[in-house]
Nanobody
């Protein structure tokens, strides 16, 4: 069992920045972020392995940066140049190699990110 605790969501103007953080209760192979906007399916934003292999959704490449601190079991998502279409509930996700490249078995509670003028 892995517990995930998220922080950092909020309201930001277009072009602004936010940083999300997710702390896992123990070390885990992959950690990342998904998001779900109203009326849309949940989609991958970014994910990173313990070995620092990274995947980004095409829609966020060049704007978002994912990183992790393995010693702290923490993954971060630095979001810049935010757009209204980035508005969604962002969920931390974690899993073990059997799940890769699909989503892992563990989910955070979600944190709302709203990009609006």
């Amino acid at each position: 069992q892995v517990q995930l605790v998220e922080s950092g969501g909020g309201l930001v103007q277009p072009g602004g920045s936010l940083r999300l953080a997710c702390v896992a209760s123990r070390s885990i192979f992959s950690m990342g972020w998904y998001r779900q906007a109203p009326g849309k399916q949940r989609e991958l934003v970014a994910r990173i392995t313990r070995g620092l292999s990274i995947n980004y959704a095409d829609s966020v490449k060049g704007r978002f940066t994912i990183s992790r601190d393995n010693a702290k079991n923490t993954v971060y998502l630095q979001m810049s140049s935010l757009k209204p279409e980035d508005t969604a509930v962002y969920y931390c996700n974690a899993g073990f190699p059997a799940s890769w490249p699909s989503s892992g078995d563990y989910w955070g509670q979600g944190t709302q990110v709203t990009v609006s003028a």
